[in-house]
């Protein structure tokens, strides 16, 4: 799955169930699917729902995969976030999950929401167009030296 199609499974859920005005899953499913059902023995604060991880963050919950492909849903920011890492880190304690939760989880809170818009959706673009420009503004992770 490319990372647009995983975000549109997420966009689904965040929606609870909805999509594009048409309703695909209940929203009694979305909600049942993503509450916390048991704590698996690990050690970062996640539960366990229907084949849904619950995070650390009130009310959040992501569907995860092997080497860190990861769909974060934070219905309290009406965010996602979503990484095909590719590492070989398999499962949720990995360098990119560290990274999210360190700037995602707890208090933050976004300082501007964005409208659902023409002008907003250019003025992210331009951001981004202007971070990529700022070489060593992020992180390189890599694994193993």
Not at 18 to 47: C, F, M, Q, Y
């Amino acid at each position: 799955m490319l990372p647009e199609d995983v975000a549109k499974i997420g966009q689904l859920y965040l929606n609870r169930g909805l999509w594009e005005g048409h309703r695909i899953l209940s929203a009694e499913w979305v909600n049942d699917a993503t509450l916390k059902k048991t704590d698996p023995e690990k050690d970062d604060g996640d539960g366990y729902a229907y084949q849904i991880w619950t995070g650390s963050r009130a009310g959040s919950y992501e569907f995860n995969g092997m080497l860190e492909q990861f769909c974060i849903i934070y219905p309290d920011m009406d965010m996602i976030i979503v990484t095909n890492a590719g590492s070989r880190e398999f499962f949720t304690l990995g360098t990119i999950k560290s990274i999210i939760r360190k700037y995602f989880e707890g208090t933050f809170s976004p300082s501007e929401v964005l409208s659902d818009s023409r002008s907003a959706s250019v003025k992210l673009r331009s951001a981004l167009n202007d971070s990529q420009k700022r070489p060593g503004c992020y992180p390189i992770i890599e694994y193993g030296g």
